[in-house]
């Protein structure tokens, strides 16, 4: 089977990153892989200043084609696969439909996110064109694939003739995480702090990360001894420095970089909190609990299966909730996992269908 695959994951060219490990373990099930990567511009240069597209052939499996977003609408691939795979039924669900069709082939749409919940369109006048997009192409697709029950529900509610849903959760290899060792120690690194809040995010607005830090507000004046560790990179970075300021919370709540020991920051915090918006699957939540960390979260993605303590989108609650998990931690319960062998046979099935 001969697959091709859209999507904007940038670190898909990088040699060694998970990203990319991921497409060749789908190369060798599938037979053969050819990705588009869609990027809104070029960070290298090309002939003549051509920034159109690049073709870089992994093996004789996987090929990687980069390709600017406009471009995109009018490329015509030099193979002919037999089914495509966008992951999003959005801008790049529109652009694999195109080809899809112009091509004569199937199209499966992957869903990621929550995009029915209210909170997806709120403040988001792109996100509410998505959506009229999304209800748009669903029904014009041979298969659909969501990465959790909450997504299937949503979707059922819509009254649309919708082709087949197939749920296959993101994979997070939970026994990696359970035997990862300790390499770094949060409560070593900041020993002023009694009790660690974890939190690891994109800082971008759907995050709702200011929500954490003005619940901090209340949860430092009943015990100061708290901290908020955010771990993450994103646009909103600047606002939530400011925003934290404002607080009066700089020696309270603090900003890290990404990293890609994870796992000994949860292994090491208190609890992990997440305050999006919305989620479609939520792997950070299922991370923590392969972890062991008690988990705090607003009501999305996978917070009901992973055990979390459920909160609203309110500091009082949230505050509510950080003061009660201290006092009485809650083992996060993990929802059940398949094997890496059996979740690229799934892969392979839906794409086959």
């Not at 015509?76 to 002919?80: A, G, H, M, N, R």
């Given at each position: 089977m001969r697959v091709l695959m859209l999507s904007t994951d940038r670190k898909i060219l990088e040699e060694g990153s998970d990203a990319r490990r991921r497409m060749?373990?789908?190369a060798s099930v599938f037979g053969q892989l050819d990705i588009l990567l869609v990027v809104k511009r070029f960070k290298v240069a090309m002939p003549a200043g051509r920034q159109e597209s690049l073709k870089l052939k992994v093996n004789e499996k996987l090929t990687i084609h980069t390709i600017s977003f406009l471009r995109a609408f009018i490329w015509?691939?030099?193979?002919?696969p037999d089914v495509i795979t966008a992951q999003d039924p959005f801008e790049i669900g529109f652009i694999g439909w195109r080809i899809a069709k112009k091509l004569g082939v199937k199209l499966n749409l992957q869903i990621h996110t929550d995009f029915l919940s209210p909170y997806f369109t709120k403040n988001s006048f792109?996100?509410?064109?998505?959506?009229?997009?999304?209800?748009?192409?669903?029904?014009?697709a041979d298969s659909i694939r969501v990465v959790s029950e909450r997504i299937e529900t949503s979707l059922l509610t819509t009254h649309c003739s919708l082709p087949p849903i197939h749920v296959l959760p993101i994979y997070v290899d939970t026994d990696k995480l359970k035997n990862a060792p300790i390499n770094a120690d949060l409560h070593k690194k900041y020993p002023q702090f009694e009790k660690i809040i974890l939190m690891a995010s994109r800082l971008t607005k759907e995050k709702n990360i200011s929500l954490a830090i003005e619940s901090m507000k209340e949860v430092s004046k009943q015990n100061p001894k708290v901290g908020l560790i955010i771990v993450g990179s994103g646009p909103e970075f600047e606002n939530l420095k400011m925003l934290t300021a404002h607080c009066s919370l700089l020696t309270t709540v603090l900003f890290e970089p990404w990293t890609n020991d994870l796992a000994s920051y949860y292994k090491t915090a208190d609890i992990f909190l997440n305050t999006s918006w919305y989620e479609g699957y939520g792997m950070t939540l299922v991370e923590a609990a392969a972890c062991g960390t008690p988990i705090i979260s607003t009501d999305v993605g996978v917070a009901r299966e992973v055990s979390a303590v459920v909160v609203g989108w309110d500091t009082?609650?949230?505050?509510?909730?950080?003061?009660?998990?201290?006092?009485?931690?809650?083992?996060?319960?993990?929802?059940?996992?398949?094997?890496?062998?059996?979740?690229?046979?799934?892969?392979?099935?839906?794409?086959?269908?």
């Open positions: 060749l373990e789908y015509t691939p030099e193979i002919k792109l996100n509410w064109i998505r959506v009229k997009i999304a209800k748009f192409l669903l029904p014009k009082k609650t949230v505050a509510s909730g950080i003061l009660q998990l201290l006092h009485n931690p809650a083992v996060p319960k993990l929802p059940s996992m398949i094997s890496t062998t059996e979740y690229l046979e799934q892969y392979r099935a839906l794409l086959s269908q």
